[in-house]
């Protein structure tokens, strides 16, 4: 079924002239990187190719062969294919939508399985732990060549969305690809060295403040951390250099729920949630606050400054955690 779907998305892009490519708001390794790798692959081929992330590119990514390429907007439209990388829903991918949705032919490629009608060809492989994984496949069935930056953008994918291969979406195929990729002239190191090791002075001591801030509740199965406005101001931090920081919350012992607060802007509070425990849903609490996600990782806004902010959402955690485990404790 995959296999025919990769066969058929090889033939529409060596079709193509014009193709446009679409990454994911809060762009992260994976869509960047397979955007690129297929930016490399089809200018490669002589097609007319447009990359775009309405976010932009987050300092850490810019290393990314061809990144200097990617634009947030274009006003070209009618192209003959566009290629979503990494989600699955069309409200995901920002202004970008105009463009690809002028496309004759639209295709998405995606891990993570998103409900409803996309595109005109979808490929949804959750077993696959980042969508490079997906696009590499794809490449082999166009026999094209994987030359190093294609490699690098890919493994930059797998490195990424696999925390550096410490998560539970890690498989033996994730490990011969990058073996692959790493023959093809990537280096896991270079990455690892790029997106985890070149952060800004601001972005350390941003982080420095959120572990300074954390909570502990729930009996310590909710950990969660706030950054003021004042806080941004005074560190002359943005809310770019907050990456990775809920990540560095996990390592609390006996963590479940963990939780990050930003007042971006005075007034207005970015949340982004995380969840071990499948049946503590983030993606259906985030709904309630008009944001979105996955089952154990979303985001969302909330308007009001960060001191009644905090109070609303983590007063809605503590009861959501309550509901979500009571019914199947009692079953
Ligand atoms: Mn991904």
Redesign the pocket.
């Known amino acids: 079924m995959i296999r025919r779907h990769l066969q058929q998305v090889a033939q529409v892009l060596r079709e193509a002239k014009s193709v446009v490519l679409a990454c994911h708001l809060n762009p ?4 960047l990187g ?1 955007a690129l790798a297929l930016q490399a692959t089809l200018e490669g081929l002589g097609k007319r190719v447009i990359t775009l992330s309405s976010d932009g590119v987050p300092e850490i990514y810019r290393f990314l062969p061809g990144a200097e390429k990617i634009l947030t907007s274009t006003e070209q439209r009618g192209f003959d294919v566009a290629v979503v990388c ?1 989600t699955g829903m069309p409200e995901r991918i920002g202004k970008a939508k105009d463009a690809v949705f002028s496309a004759r032919i639209v295709v998405d490629i ?3 399985v998103t409900e409803g009608a996309f595109g005109d060809i979808r490929i949804q492989q959750p077993k696959a732990a ?3 994984e997906i696009v590499y496949r794809l490449l082999k069935v166009m026999d094209v060549p994987i030359t190093p930056a294609i490699a690098t953008c890919l493994l930059t ?1 797998i490195i ?2 696999t925390g550096l291969y410490r998560y539970m979406n890690v498989s033996p195929t994730t490990f011969r690809l990058s073996a692959t990729l790493m023959e093809a002239g990537a280096s896991p190191a270079q990455i690892a060295e790029e997106v985890f090791e070149r952060r800004s002075f601001p972005s350390v001591k941003l982080l420095g403040r959120a572990l300074e801030h954390i909570r502990q509740e729930e009996d310590g199965r909710l950990v969660w951390s706030y950054l003021s406005h004042e806080d941004f101001a005074e560190l002359g931090a943005t809310d770019e250099d907050t990456e990775g920081i809920i990540t560095q919350l996990r390592a609390v012992r006996d963590s479940v729920v963990l939780a990050l607060l930003r007042e971006v802007k005075p007034g207005r509070v970015r949340v982004s949630v995380r969840s071990r425990d499948e049946r503590i849903d983030m993606a259906k609490l985030a709904e309630k606050f008009g944001g979105g996600g996955h089952r154990l990782a979303a985001g969302f806004w909330v308007e009001g400054n960060i001191a009644e902010v905090k109070q609303k959402v983590i007063e809605t955690l503590r009861e959501w955690m309550h509901c979500s485990t009571s019914t199947s404790q009692r079953a």
């Open positions: 992260d390794g994976d869509t397979c990494d995606d891990h993570h980042a969508t490079a994918g990424t969305d």
